[in-house]
């Protein structure tokens, strides 16, 4: 798929029918209030939620809240995150991605994801970002896609790495967590540069 400007007559993204995403493993959905025992499965993992500030999850009801939160946002046109599924079980989430925050004025946005440990390792995560990516560049207009890692998730920084993110530099002692002071590397990928992957 090329990455093309969005045209003049093409409406840039409004946040009416919630986007569904496919790529060849995968189902981007929106999430449910069905979807809160998978979130909660997710969010409940200390491995999941290490690197993400913000202790794992105990109870349902905070799966139940971040789905409503989710819901709130993108009916305030302020963020969207998808439930990430696989095509053969739609109905069971693995994961979620979206975009954070979307300034429309300088046509950037963030990207923040997890997926539940058991998905680890097969490039699901490249996979479903790749496919936010083409949503952002395409159907958002963005020119630049923004995304952040503790210094210490390698796996998060490889798969920046992987889809051709840049390090912008790092933040020195940013955040403080477990009584120690972590560093946090910026990315970003600007549309002039993304190159799709062949299919
Ligand atoms: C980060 C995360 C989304 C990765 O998703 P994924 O689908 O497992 O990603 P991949 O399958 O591409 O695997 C990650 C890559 O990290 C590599 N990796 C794994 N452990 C590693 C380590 N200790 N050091 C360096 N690289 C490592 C893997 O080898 C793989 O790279 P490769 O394809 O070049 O071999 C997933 O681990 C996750 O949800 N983590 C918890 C939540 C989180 O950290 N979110 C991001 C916050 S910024």
């Not at 995968?26 to 499965?41: C, G, N, T």
């Not at 994801?113 to 560049?137: C, Q, S, T, V």
């Amino acid at each position: 798929m090329d990455i093309r400007e969005p045209m003049d007559s093409e409406a840039l993204f409004d946040f009416g029918e919630f986007p569904t995403l496919e790529t060849p493993r995968l189902y981007l959905r929106e999430l449910a209030p069905a979807d809160a025992p998978a979130v909660f499965a997710i969010r409940g993992d200390y491995e999941v939620t290490k690197y993400n500030g913000g202790a794992n999850y105990t109870r349902l009801d905070q799966a139940v809240a971040l789905i409503r939160g989710i819901a709130n946002d993108y009916r305030d046109k302020r963020s969207i995150r998808w439930g990430i599924t696989l095509r053969h079980d739609p109905k069971h989430v693995i994961g979620m991605c979206g975009y954070n925050y979307w300034l429309r004025k300088d046509a950037r946005a963030s990207i923040g994801y997890d997926l539940a440990r058991a998905h680890w390792g097969k490039g699901i995560m490249p996979e479903a970002i790749r496919a936010i990516i083409e949503f952002g560049f395409q159907r958002m207009g963005l020119k630049r896609i923004e995304a952040d890692a503790s210094a210490d998730n390698m796996r998060s920084v490889r798969v920046l790495e992987k889809l051709g993110f840049q390090r912008e530099g790092v933040q020195h002692e940013q955040f403080y967590e477990e009584s120690e002071s972590g560093d946090l590397i910026l990315f970003s990928l600007l549309r002039r540069d993304y190159r799709p992957p062949a299919t």
